[in-house]
């Protein structure tokens, strides 16, 4: 006899308790040598319009969102999110997303901006592929020196732009599977598994940053973007408006 699913709930966070239990969780998801946001900071952003939410399972956290203000109104910067380890498969970081979307056009928020990591596949396929978010801007070791998941290689980013109001992304939002991938007028390969080849390989990892950093570099100063990720291929799509 099948169990019944435990009922998933996605809520902003609402206590000192839950905030500090979120710096625990964030530290679970990416090291303990990885420094989480401090429960005060997020405390008081929160109160000053951030966006610090979760996703509850019996009143266990799986999953964690955190966005705050810009200088533009209407633009949201989204700097955390993470679905535990043992969480994952579960849809939980295309939820969160959806989440924060609903909750930014509720307040006159159009646009969500956030940096990723372009050789992480899960990442690439959630940004780009799921969400509709596209990137045309590349940051060379944006953060500096990582420890954690992420120790042994530069920190590039790329930032994605998530328009909330797009056609492409309000008809994901109705149809939540991932469109088949079509058109691009450049692609750019990256690792079916980036984890893995930085665990096993830390030579190959810094030549795979290498190698994507010149050519999403290179692509974006000739007027590319990113507006597609194939998840079969594990390519990025590229279009020149």
Known sequence: MNQPTPELTIRELNSVEELKRSEAFQREVWGQDDPADNSDIMLAIQHEGGLVAGAFSEGRMLGFL???PTSQPDVQHSHRLAVHPDSRGMGLGVKLKWYQRDWCLERGITTVRWTYDPLRR?????????LGATAGTYYHDYYGKMEGINAGVASDR?????HLTAPEVVHRAENPRTPPVTGGDLRVAIPADFG?????????AVAERLRVRAALTA????????????TKTCEYLLTNP
């Open 158 to 162: 790329l930032l994605a732009e998530w």
């Open 122 to 130: 899960v990442n690439a396929n959630l940004n780009i592929a799921r």
């Open 219 to 230: 692509a974006f100063a000739d007027g590319f973007r990113i507006s597609g990720f194939d």
């Open 196 to 204: 893995a080849l930085l665990s096993n390989n830390l030579k190959g």
């Open 66 to 68: 955190f966005g705050f």
